[in-house]
């Protein structure tokens, strides 16, 4: 499986990162285990997760992905095989994102203790807090990137005005810079990372490895009717999407699909693998008929026509 590197880092991943937003929610652990396992398997090596997965589970208190997903390797004793990714900052009951260097200094001491390793790959933040100066935050990270707890950094839910603010402090003073953006992208949602995301990226040779790949499971297909939204805890979620133009995808995701023997799943992904600025997608499975998706997609090499279809049922210009 051809690997990918993030940003302008050594590090690479295969192209599409397990979501790991589904351990301790719609997966238990010994689930979490199996599909993992498959998922390597495979051949993939990126798993991302973060500290406030899966708090919105009534009994959880936030950490649960991360402790599974450290029981894991600890089993396994696997961990310099995984590129692993996780997050900081997201609201964590104080009723708004933190990004403080106090906060950040001390969350990461919780998410390895979690995740039983002593340094975490790609560290992000996950949601960004305005009030606090860029360079505090970046303070916080160049700590953790000479302490050796910390590889590289990333950033999610940012203004592209605080990115930028991001990216030239770090070129002033010597910190680390962003790698990584992930930001919500797929068929049904191209406009804004398109139109205000992408040229950053690109300028400065940042990866993306974006969430929702799947569109919370509407692009597999299995959402094409009012009726359809029960199916899952996940079907309201997708309802914006039953309109004229998300049903013309699904007709040119089937349409494409069929036409190379896979999955529309599949199909939606490997799209998002031919994006020049991503370098994986994230997506989650719950049972190893889903990962099957992955692995297709991974294999899969769209033609012009195929991509020029998708692009044309999702232009948003």
Sequence with gaps: MQKRSLGKSNIEVAPLAFGGNVFGWTIDETTSFEILDAFVAAGFNFIDTADVYSRWVPGNIGGESETILGKWMKQRNNREQIILATKIGADNGKGHPDVSKAYILKGVEDSLRRLQTEYIDLYQTHYDNESTPVEETLEAYDQLVKAGKVRIIGTSNMSPERLKASLQASEKNGYPRY????PNYSLVER????EAYEPIVREHQLSTINYYSLASGFLTGKYR????????????????????????????LDEVAEEY?????????????ARPSVAAPIASATSLNQLQSFIQAAELSLRTEAIEKLDQASDWK
């Design 179 to 182: 790698e990584t953006l992930q």
């Design 191 to 194: 406009k804004e990372y398109e």
């Design 225 to 252: 009717s009012e009726a359809d939204l029960a199916k899952s805890q996940r079907g309201q979620g997708v309802k914006k999407y039953l309109n004229e133009q998300g049903l013309g995808i699904l007709k040119a």
């Design 261 to 273: 023997k896979v999955t529309p799943a599949s199909v939606a992904l490997a799209w998002l693998m």
